[in-house]
């Protein structure tokens, strides 16, 4: 593993995804800083962080042999992975809110955007991009639903002891995606799923409200709804919110 530290860039993710161009990769080489400037998050979302306060980095990984149509098990395997590193911190409530982000009850703690290079049918490599609150205990006003390791703990954090656990995890978690294990990242994926099998509101891209149960991912990602009168329907990541 290669770890570049770098004082201040705008996007972890775009440093690697350039550097990769020029040079060939280590596996499981890892950009962090401590002042990311534009961040990016899921659709098209940006990742506000206090410099020197959290953990802004991505990996670079290769795979053996996946598939495209295996995609949401790289999603598992990344979020999982990050899962296990934090779940011994007495965290109130930890779960996975679909497709990716960390949450400590209902208030996000991490988020994850990965970017894959496809050839042919194949995810040849990804780099994968990861903001997760650690010591910042304040928040812009307008950022609702957010929290840091220590505003839960009460506890301050040493952050390259903190990120080499997270990167051990991840590891883990890659080895049983490349050895096919996709039914255990699935079960424990579902397993620490936020609001899977409870009663809960949601909104669709129309902005119409309906109650219904999260109760599974489909094969190609979707995330799979119970509805009241037990139908079963998937929704893309732009096409439902979780109230």
């Given at each position: 593993m290669k770890i570049i530290k770098l004082d201040a860039i705008d996007s972890t993710n775009s440093f690697l995804k350039e550097l990769g161009k020029n040079s060939v990769l280590e596996n499981f080489t890892v950009a962090v800083t401590s002042n990311q400037t534009n961040g990016r998050g899921q659709q098209q979302n940006t990742w506000a962080s206090k410099p020197f306060k959290n953990l802004?980095?991505?990996?670079?990984?290769?795979?053996?042999?996946?598939?495209?149509?295996q995609k949401k098990h790289l999603n598992f395997a990344i979020s999982l992975g990050i899962f296990d590193a934090i779940s011994t911190e007495n965290l109130p409530k930890l779960s996975i809110k679909w497709p990716n982000d960390i949450l400590s009850e209902?208030?996000?703690?991490?988020g994850i955007l990965i970017e894959n290079s496809i050839k042919g049918s194949k995810i040849?490599?990804?780099v994968i991009g990861i903001g997760l609150n650690v010591n910042q205990i304040e928040f812009p006003d307008h950022i609702k639903s957010v929290s840091s390791l220590k505003k839960e703990t009460e506890k301050e954090y040493d952050l390259d002891p903190l990120l080499s656990k997270i990167i051990s995890k991840i590891k883990e978690r890659i080895?049983?995606?490349n050895d096919k294990q996709f039914q255990h990242l699935e079960n424990d994926y579902l397993n620490v799923l936020y609001k899977k099998n409870i009663p809960t509101m949601f909104k669709d891209s129309n902005n119409v409200l309906f109650?219904?149960?999260?109760?599974?991912?489909?094969?190609?990602g979707r995330l799979q709804i119970t509805l009241e009168?037990?139908?079963?329907k998937e929704f893309d990541i732009k096409e439902v919110a979780i109230l």
């Open positions: 802004t980095f991505s990996v670079f990984t290769r795979f053996k042999n996946l598939g495209i149509h209902n208030k996000k703690l991490c040849n490599s990804s080895t049983l995606l109650m219904g149960m999260i109760s599974g991912v489909s094969k190609e009168d037990d139908l079963i």
